[in-house]
């Protein structure tokens, strides 16, 4: 996503309020925390240009290790956490057991959630340093998705940070567009795989839409996992698909009354 991206998507939070008057107490919670991420990510200044000199993109579509690796990052403890500290202040409103730890160190908490999907401090936790890395990780794919052949990448986790999709765009019967649910980077998969688990069984997978077949959640009977996503030929106007995994949390719902979760974390 880029910066004008970004901002935008703020202002259709701001919209949707009027569209989805049921969502406005959840929209302006959003809205809330992308005002003051995108505030942030403003002043990130990532540079991989050191680390891109000797990257070799064949190695990295044979291997399957994400591009960036959290030290590019350069996090420091003394920015860090004051930051932490602006984001629980929203975040509190939906986690009201939310505490930032004060023993750790917070870019250690970072750095494992980054590498293993969670910090194992619970559900507040995990949102409070997956929220707070997001400045970072978005500016991060806005540099690294341009350099990365990412049709090759091929696999159901993200290319450039490793993140599980959080959305999915329906581009054909056989094709989707996986959105990272971290740095919001974008690449194709098959649609008769699922992305957590790689099973291809066709009685294993399954999906639901709403009645005007837009909307659909993915299923997986093997992994348990479940994907939300639009089937972008049918969709009307701009579809930005970082916005529309905010519009829809009935989807959410609707998969765990199901029995099925979001990966990571568990
Ligand atoms: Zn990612
Ligand atoms: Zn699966």
Redesign the pocket.
Known sequence: MSKREACELVQELARARERFPELAELLRFYERLWVLIVARRQQVDVDFSAHMAHFDVDVWARRGAPALAFGWLALREDEFRPWCGQVAEVLCERFPELEVPAEEPLVDLARRFYEHHTTGHGGAIDALVLNALIPW?ERA?EELVPRLPVARWQRGY?P??G?FPDFAVLQSARTRTLL?G??S?QWPFPVARCPFCGEQEPGRLGYYTDERGLYRVDVCDSCGHYLKGVDGRRFRGVLRPEVERLLTPGLDVWAVQEGYMRPGGE
Do not use: I
């Open positions: 990780l794919a993200c450039v940070c993140g990272c971290r740095c980077a």
